[in-house]
């Protein structure tokens, strides 16, 4: 017999899923730009922005400042690689 997961893991799945589905947005948002002719660096930029001014928004430049100082590793590590790594 399973047990029931705790709350704190039925509120990390649903985080999990909740990003799931907010990937599955933001990457036919970008489907969309492509296909009306947008210049897929300008809206990746764009789109890189607009989450950042929303974290802003949300929790400060501080934290913000904090969290985006990680990044240079995550991407160096591939945790954004889709496909074959350079």
């Given at each position: 017999?399973?047990?029931?997961?705790?709350?704190?893991?039925?509120?990390?799945?649903?985080?999990?899923?909740?990003?799931?589905?907010?990937?599955v947005?933001?990457?036919?948002?970008?489907?969309?730009?492509?296909?009306?002719?947008?210049?897929?660096?300008?809206?990746a930029?764009?789109?890189?922005?607009?989450?950042?001014?929303?974290?802003?928004?949300?929790?400060?430049?501080?934290a913000v400042?904090?969290?985006?100082?990680?990044?240079?590793?995550?991407?160096?590590?591939?945790?954004?690689?889709?496909?074959?790594?350079?």
């Amino acid at each position: 017999m399973t047990s029931f997961p705790s709350a704190s893991q039925l509120d990390l799945d649903i985080a999990t899923e909740d990003r799931r589905a907010a990937l599955v947005y933001v990457n036919d948002a970008f489907v969309e730009a492509l296909m009306a002719g947008l210049d897929m660096e300008s809206f990746a930029d764009a789109a890189i922005t607009a989450g950042l001014q929303e974290l802003v928004a949300r929790y400060g430049e501080d934290a913000v400042a904090s969290f985006t100082a990680k990044l240079p590793e995550r991407v160096r590590r591939g945790d954004f690689t889709i496909g074959a790594r350079h």
